[in-house]
């Protein structure tokens, strides 16, 4: 990710400049992804991710998404033009779906998955991870399919305090969401 210029944005901003997957505003500072897209291995962790989520979720309130889908943060009541915190997680649990519009999600999810690549890691373990504590965004798993390691942050007293790591086997609960696992081990590898 790389900053897109000097200037200060909103979402208003952003409907206008933003035309393609992956951009993201942070505290008015707007991001733009460059090239390449993301590999295979972390589409495929992805979907996989949000295959079992969503078939947990199945005959309850929450809702598994995937990017490219908008989560607006506000800072307060802030009307959504003037939101400047914008970003599309690669996976999320929308938990309370009165958050839902037609623009997206305005709120922080329940639960959050980034799925670090090479272009984006340094980004999203500092930029993004500092956004998501502000939101208030319960849970946050920083996922390394290389290494096979996933760091889980979970919202302690407003902060995220250091993160638990573990090796990407046997399964891990989700926290901010009872019920709800990940089978590591129906990841695939490479």
Not at 26 to 53: K, T
Not at 156 to 182: F, H, K, S
Request: charged share 25%.
């Amino acid at each position: 990710m790389r900053q897109r210029d000097a200037k200060y944005h909103t979402y208003a901003d952003y409907l206008i400049w933003s035309a393609s997957f992956g951009n993201e505003v942070i505290d008015g500072v707007a991001y733009v992804r460059e090239p390449p897209s993301p590999s295979p291995l972390h589409q495929e962790v992805i979907l996989e991710l949000w295959r079992q989520v969503s078939s947990s979720l199945e005959n309850r309130t929450g809702r598994a998404y995937v990017a490219p889908l908008d989560v607006r943060l506000p800072k307060g009541s802030d009307a959504d033009d003037k939101i400047d915190t914008v970003v599309q997680p690669d996976v999320f649990i929308a938990c309370d779906l009165q958050k839902l519009d037609g623009r997206g999600m305005r709120g922080a999810p329940g639960w959050i998955a980034e799925v670090l690549s090479p272009s984006t890691a340094c980004y999203d373990r500092t930029t993004k991870l500092r956004a998501y504590e502000r939101a208030g965004v319960t849970e946050v798993w920083l996922i390394d399919p290389i290494r096979r390691t996933v760091a889980i942050y979970r919202m302690t007293a407003g902060r995220y305090p250091q993160p638990t790591v573990l090796d990407l086997e046997g399964q891990t609960a989700i926290a901010a969401v009872p019920g709800v696992n990940i089978d590591w081990d129906r990841l695939p590898s490479r």
